[in-house]
């Protein structure tokens, strides 16, 4: 039996993952489950699976996850400290699908039991690239792909040589405001921002998809992960969701990986890697789709992608910057406290006071310099916000 744990089982992606191993459970020796305010779902899914432990991040709900798990025999903890703990007992598997930068340490310390960790949580290469990808070397662990756009790249390389790669293209919908007047843009509501067209996920992915903070993410997460230089990537908008990504090799050949906006079809290929089985997701029929569309990013829509071309090109701990102001500002547009467009103009600004203080961003990449990076962001953040607010 594989031993398996999910790391934000009660998210989008966790409960896709949880779908897949319920449909064979005799396959799976489930060790953790964790999850945040959800403890009903959490606890429920625990108890289903026969999960070891179960934990929320978060101290306070620590008793009513107990009472949820009662009689149960499962385990019950809470906190930052016991999210590590969980994620130190040995498993085969595991699922990374906690949203944010709090998934990278989990993360590192599945890869150091040299366990296989599928990093849906890509905001880890993004803080964190070079330190995740060295964890992995070091210990035997494996990082595979769950990111849709990162699976189809990496199953279009399968038996590829690096070498031979050209260009990697990344699709993206073009989210809730694709269409949309440029003028509209600045009154977005947060309603508006907060529904997809193509894909069903967490609200925080769905937003960063309006904006494009996620294809940015994206863009630095498929240099890291699969080592190509910053103008080998680019990005097209493809409203039908249906090509996921292309790689281009130097004899002129496109691989494209097309199929359905379902993501039990990347976190299936994870699960079962390096096999392919049957997995519960609809077929495709061309004759009904009959066109595919395709056009540019524009600029003006998307300040995030220049942001994130400029973090590539510098490298070092900008990502953990980028990552963290967008996360700060996001916070904030959910709030109510700033508009859409806003966002992009804190992280930039929050990029520029990083850039003005020497050596910061090149401090060298371990867990407490990503840490404290994470941390002074998000006061800077602030600090933006507040003056801009008058
Ligand atoms: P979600 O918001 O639906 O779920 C997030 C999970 O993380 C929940 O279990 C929540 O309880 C937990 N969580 C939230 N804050 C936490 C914290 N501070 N500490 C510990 N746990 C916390 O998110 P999602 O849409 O499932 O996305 C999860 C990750 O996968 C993100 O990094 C996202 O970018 C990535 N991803 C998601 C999709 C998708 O289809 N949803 C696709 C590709 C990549
Ligand atoms: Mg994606």
Same mark, same amino acid.
């Given at each position: 039996?594989?031993?398996?744990?999910?790391?934000?089982?009660?998210?989008?992606?966790?409960?896709?993952?949880?779908?897949?191993?319920?449909?064979?459970?005799?396959?799976?020796?489930?060790?953790?489950?964790?999850?945040?305010?959800?403890?009903?779902?959490?606890?429920?899914?625990?108890?289903?699976?026969?999960?070891?432990?179960?934990?929320?991040?978060? !101290?306070?709900?620590? !008793?009513?996850?107990?009472?949820?798990?009662?009689?149960?025999?499962?385990?019950?903890?809470?906190?930052?400290?016991?999210?590590?703990?969980a994620a130190a007992r040995p498993a085969d598997w595991v699922m990374s699908a906690i949203v944010g930068a709090a998934g990278l340490e989990p993360g590192l310390i599945a890869l150091r039991q040299g366990?296989?960790?599928?990093?849906?949580?890509?905001?880890?290469?993004?803080?964190?690239?070079?330190?995740?990808?060295?964890?992995?070397?070091?210990?035997?662990?494996?990082?595979?792909?769950?990111?849709?756009?990162?699976?189809?790249?990496?199953?279009?390389?399968?038996?590829?040589? $690096?070498?031979?790669?050209?260009?990697?293209?990344?699709?993206?919908?073009?989210?809730?405001?694709?269409?949309?007047?440029? !003028?509209?843009?600045?009154?977005?509501?947060?309603a508006e921002a907060s529904s997809h067209p193509n894909w069903d996920m967490g609200q925080r992915i769905t937003i960063d998809s309006a904006s494009m903070f996620n294809k940015a993410l994206e863009l630095?997460?498929?240099?890291?992960? @699969?080592?190509?230089?910053?103008?080998?990537?680019?990005?097209?908008?493809?409203?039908?969701?249906?090509?996921?990504?292309?790689?281009?090799?130097?004899?002129?050949?496109?691989?494209?990986?097309?199929?359905?906006?379902?993501?039990?079809?990347?976190?299936?290929?994870?699960?079962?890697?390096?096999?392919?089985?049957?997995?519960?997701?609809?077929?495709?029929?061309?004759?009904?789709?009959?066109?595919?569309? @395709?056009?540019?990013?524009?600029?003006?829509?998307?300040?995030?992608?220049?942001?994130?071309?400029?973090? $590539?090109?510098?490298?070092?701990?900008?990502?953990a910057v980028f990552n963290a102001a967008k996360e700060r500002s996001l916070d904030a547009f959910i709030a109510g406290r700033i508009g859409f467009l806003d966002m992009a103009a804190i992280v930039e600004?929050?990029?520029?006071?990083?850039?003005?203080?020497?050596?910061?961003?090149?401090?060298? $990449?371990?867990?407490?310099?990503?840490?404290?990076?994470?941390?002074?962001?998000?006061?800077?953040?602030?600090?933006? $916000?507040?003056?801009?607010?008058?």
């Amino acid at each position: 039996m594989r031993r398996v744990s999910i790391f934000g089982a009660t998210g989008s992606v966790g409960q896709n993952t949880i779908d897949l191993i319920a449909r064979d459970p005799g396959a799976y020796d489930v060790v953790a489950l964790t999850g945040g305010r959800n403890v009903a779902q959490l606890a429920a899914d625990a108890r289903r699976l026969k999960a070891d432990i179960a934990v929320t991040a978060f !101290d306070d709900e620590l !008793d009513a996850l107990r009472a949820a798990l009662e009689g149960s025999g499962i385990a019950a903890a809470a906190g930052q400290a016991a999210l590590c703990e969980a994620a130190a007992r040995p498993a085969d598997w595991v699922m990374s699908a906690i949203v944010g930068a709090a998934g990278l340490e989990p993360g590192l310390i599945a890869l150091r039991q040299g366990a296989t960790l599928a990093l849906a949580n890509k905001e880890s290469l993004v803080c964190a690239g070079a330190l995740v990808l060295e964890t992995a070397k070091a210990h035997g662990g494996r990082l595979l792909p769950v990111d849709s756009e990162h699976s189809a790249v990496f199953q279009a390389l399968v038996g590829e040589d $690096m070498s031979a790669v050209e260009r990697v293209i990344i699709t993206a919908s073009g989210g809730a405001f694709r269409d949309w007047p440029l !003028d509209a843009l600045k009154a977005a509501t947060l309603a508006e921002a907060s529904s997809h067209p193509n894909w069903d996920m967490g609200q925080r992915i769905t937003i960063d998809s309006a904006s494009m903070f996620n294809k940015a993410l994206e863009l630095i997460e498929t240099k890291e992960y @699969f080592g190509v230089r910053p103008d080998q990537i680019e990005v097209i908008v493809h409203p039908e969701s249906l090509i996921h990504a292309m790689v281009g090799f130097n004899d002129g050949a496109l691989m494209a990986h097309v199929g359905p906006p379902d993501m039990r079809h990347a976190i299936g290929y994870a699960l079962h890697w390096p096999d392919r089985r049957a997995l519960p997701v609809s077929r495709l029929d061309f004759a009904q789709i009959a066109q595919l569309n @395709f056009r540019a990013p524009e600029d003006a829509r998307y300040p995030a992608l220049r942001l994130a071309r400029l973090v $590539m090109e510098r490298g070092g701990l900008s990502g953990a910057v980028f990552n963290a102001a967008k996360e700060r500002s996001l916070d904030a547009f959910i709030a109510g406290r700033i508009g859409f467009l806003d966002m992009a103009a804190i992280v930039e600004e929050v990029l520029a006071r990083f850039e003005a203080k020497a050596g910061l961003i090149d401090a060298a $990449m371990t867990l407490d310099n990503v840490r404290n990076t994470d941390h002074l962001a998000r006061q800077w953040a602030d600090d933006v $916000m507040a003056v801009r607010a008058g």
